[in-house]
């Protein structure tokens, strides 16, 4: 097993959805990251949080042996995100976007972090994605998330960002705007084009398509779920049992771990959206897990 | 082999997309449902076509061995609709729906059509699919289509229908409409205790769900293709690939039945939209989908 190393936000998100509401409620991608992925493997997260940042919610990674090392707490409060979802689940719409004190973040790894072996650049400015991936030695296998915010104003840098990556999870909105195709299929290749030897998009209730240039697609819907509670959180959900499934393994992905590891990522996913906030995720074990694995295997099959 | 009766509409279509346009191009479900199931099946056609329906349209039916006794020619204008898909390949734009001689069409059977033992009531008005299904004997498996239109117009008969028939096949909006659910998923139970044994949700490139009250879920995503040229006619293409493989078998079709037609509804699909009108579709064999069925095996297989 290799240690999984991550950047992102840590949050607190104040959410209405058909069915109910949340104040505060625990957020960010790199919450939802950390908890999926450290079913699988160690995970080390760096972000930064405020003065208001609770003990319990320190608690929760330490309960999962997550190191909180990197997590260093500033002056001022944590980044808010208060929105709504409306008649689209697959859509949130942003009330408000308190950034606090994520907007002056300044990611320094603790010394014993560099030589983290999996990487997971959540969806942070591409700037401060490549300032965290310089301070690692060896990284083995490495993945970006984005948002068309940083495709339309910092797109120079994203490039930067791509072009050192192994794999990116992206939804299907932004890989059609990355690269001006007009479905998920043809911005596939695109994507791979600018560096990266694999790309996952990201389709909420649609699942999920993964491509290598090597082997071609890799696309299954999500697992059914009826009732989707609030889907805040889902992708990166997705993302962290992508990578905690690779870095179980603990050795340079081949296409066939990807499958796997995409479908770890969207099985995690259908038990987040089932609660509010990580609610739902925070419980999750492996054993829910494998369940779910077996009757997806059955959702699919035709033979 | 058994017979399929299909009932629907044969159209002209001016259809503009990204990639082109095409003036007055055959169009129609039932032209398109019939293309598709006749590379399985011996098919009948029941419509309504004007005077200027020209006969290489006929013509085309006939080369597939299609009975069209049931097509009549009556004095005015073949039904014609006008669209165009911008942005969202998903949905189309309608410029205008002419609906000329479409508008009285009053469907009778011919007399040898009446021991069908499956039955396509595509897309028309319910109190016309009623009329249709009264006057065949003894089906064996009788599917519908239906649109929001009838759905917010024409509940009561729609229910009807819904009452006497052993496949739903609708895409996602309308099983939402109908039953208030929120998603594919809730919607499937409530449509099948309408009625129906089995529901099939067409989403488009995102696949479809097959859902059996019997066996629960049964989803894929569609074919991968990167450019779709022509979106129209890819859901009654999907109900002719669907019923054509049923009616092959000839017998009452099992669950496991049911998912190979839906498999190889959406591989017929998957050429429809790859030209404009039926170009591709009257072009294709059973050995290009024998092609694309192995190909799609490896696109959705991760054991």
Redesign the interface.
Same mark, same amino acid.
């Given at each position: 097993m290799s240690e999984i190393l991550v950047v992102g936000s840590l949050a607190y998100d104040s959410v209405q959805t058909?069915w109910g509401k949340v104040e505060r409620a625990l957020g960010g991608s790199a919450n939802y990251f950390s908890l999926a992925s450290s079913l699988y493997s160690r995970v080390r997260v760096v972000g930064v949080v405020g003065e208001d940042y609770e003990a319990k919610d320190f608690d929760l990674l330490k309960s999962r042996n997550v190191d909180v090392s990197g997590m260093t707490v500033q002056k001022g409060k944590t980044f808010h995100w208060s929105g709504s979802y409306e008649g689209d689940?697959n859509e949130a719409i942003t009330h408000a976007t308190d950034l606090n004190v994520f907007e002056k973040f300044d990611p320094v790894l603790p010394e014993h972090y560099r030589d983290s072996k999996f990487v997971f650049l959540a969806n942070i400015s591409p700037d401060l994605q490549l300032k965290v991936l310089e301070q690692v030695k060896a990284p083995l296998f490495v993945g970006m998330d984005t948002m068309n915010f940083w495709i339309s104003s910092k797109i120079d840098d994203l490039k930067k960002v791509l072009g050192k990556v192994d794999v990116v999870l992206i939804n299907e909105g932004e890989a059609m705007m990355l690269t001006g195709a007009?479905?998920?299929?043809?911005a596939?290749?695109k994507v791979c084009a600018m560096g990266p030897k694999a790309l996952v998009i990201k389709?909420g209730?649609?699942?999920f398509?993964l491509y290598t240039p090597k082997e071609?697609?890799?696309?299954?819907?999500a697992f059914?779920?009826?009732? %989707?509670t609030d889907p805040t959180g889902a992708g990166d959900t997705f993302a962290g049992g992508f990578f905690g499934h690779l870095a179980s393994l603990g050795r340079k992905p081949e296409v066939a771990d990807l499958?796997?590891a995409?479908?770890q990522g969207t099985l995690l996913a259908s038990f987040t959206i089932q609660d509010f906030s990580v609610k739902a995720l925070a419980k999750v074990t492996l054993a829910d897990i494998e369940e779910r694995f077996h009757r997806m295997?059955?959702? %699919?099959?035709?033979?």
């Open positions: 058909p689940m007009h479905n998920a299929i043809e596939a290749a389709r209730e649609y699942g398509v071609g697609f890799f696309i299954l819907p059914p779920v009826d009732k %989707v499958k796997m995409c479908v295997k059955k959702v %699919v099959s035709f033979l």
